[in-house]
């Protein structure tokens, strides 16, 4: 992966600066995550935000995007919070949103951060992400894999289409980002099975799965998991790499260069965390992307950051 500047690089760079940079940005890229709607430190999560891939312009919109999201997460999984309290709360992020004087200042700063880029509006993807934040405070379980996409579409979808928009990219498919984001979410409720149950009450695997499975609800708070709940986390993932395969046409469709080497390197962390959770038992221990899968990852969007251009238009 390339390290990216303000101005336009030139793509005739010796081996040894390339793989100088791609260290640099790794270790950058590590410390953060896209907006995901799970409570954690940001150095436990998986793919980055505000990445030096991005054009330096547009790195302030996406961390004030991401500020806002955050807020909404603390707010929606603070365990300590009353009901009552975080949907006050998300209302105030919303009001800031949509302009209100008494809104959260943070909603203010994204959509200042968008007018100073010319993309005034695109706040409408955190609004949207709300939808998902109100449902995390009811803790109400997904039935189905139908209902936990459809929860997804609110929880996830929007920041893909926000990058989208926020670059410009009228022509990409839309339907792709969205099954990378769907994707990218469910195998962050997979990561997160036991923490999810444990301190929140909440159930992602689709409850019609973890009945055909035989599987309990309660085995998710045990220290392992059972063979029935292995059986349904395995058919969230042959679902989920359907996800991932629509997912792969994307990159293609996207004009800006930077953005489209961030791409490479999401869906890349994606099918080397979809093959871990094969590997490993999520309850057993934290199983997320390694070293060797950033630096594969970082390989992968230094490539699609050298490639010519593909069309003009967006923003390289």
């Known amino acids: 992966m390339l390290s ?22 790794v270790k950058t890229e590590q410390r953060g995550a896209m907006p995901q709607p799970r409570r954690r430190a940001a150095e436990t999560e998986n793919v980055p935000v505000g990445s030096l891939l991005l054009p330096a312009p547009l790195r302030d919109p996406v961390r004030a995007f991401y500020a806002v999201v955050r807020a909404a ?13 975080k949907q006050a709360g998300l209302d105030r992020i919303e009001a800031g949103l949509r302009g ?37 405070i009811e803790a109400r379980p997904c039935e189905s894999w ?16 926000f990058l989208l928009d926020l670059h410009g990219e009228t022509g990409a498919d ?31 695997l689709p409850l019609d799965w973890l009945r055909a499975a035989g599987a309990d609800v309660g085995d998710l708070g045990g220290a392992v998991l059972t063979p029935p709940l292995r059986a349904a986390v395995n058919r969230a993932l ?6 991932l395969a629509r997912a792969a046409t994307l990159p293609r469709t996207v004009r800006a260069r930077r953005l489209r080497a961030e791409i490479e390197v999401i869906a890349t962390l994606a099918a080397r965390l979809q093959l871990r959770l094969r590997r490993a038992d999520p309850l057993a221990g934290r199983v997320a992307p390694n070293r060797g899968d950033w630096l594969r990852a970082g390989l992968r969007g230094g490539l699609a950051l050298i490639a010519p251009q593909r069309a003009p238009g967006g923003t390289a």
């Open 4 to 25: 990216i500047s303000a101005h336009r690089e030139g793509v005739g760079r010796s081996s040894a600066r390339m793989s100088e940079d791609m260290e640099k940005v």
């Open 73 to 85: 997460d603390d707010i929606a999984d603070d365990p300590e919070m009353r009901i009552e309290d």
């Open 100 to 136: 209100a004087g008494e809104g959260d200042p943070r909603g203010h700063a994204l959509r200042d951060a968008l007018r100073a880029v010319g993309r005034a509006g695109l706040e409408r993807h955190a609004i949207a992400m709300l939808v998902a934040f109100r449902a995390d």
């Open 146 to 161: 139908a209902e936990l996409r459809a929860y997804c579409r609110s929880s996830a979808n929007p920041v893909g289409r």
């Open 174 to 204: 839309r339907d792709a980002a969205d099954a990378l984001c769907t994707a990218l979410q469910v195998l962050n409720h997979l990561q997160d099975l036991g923490e999810d149950w444990r301190d929140l009450g909440r159930v992602y």
């Open 238 to 243: 042959d679902a989920n790499a359907g996800l």
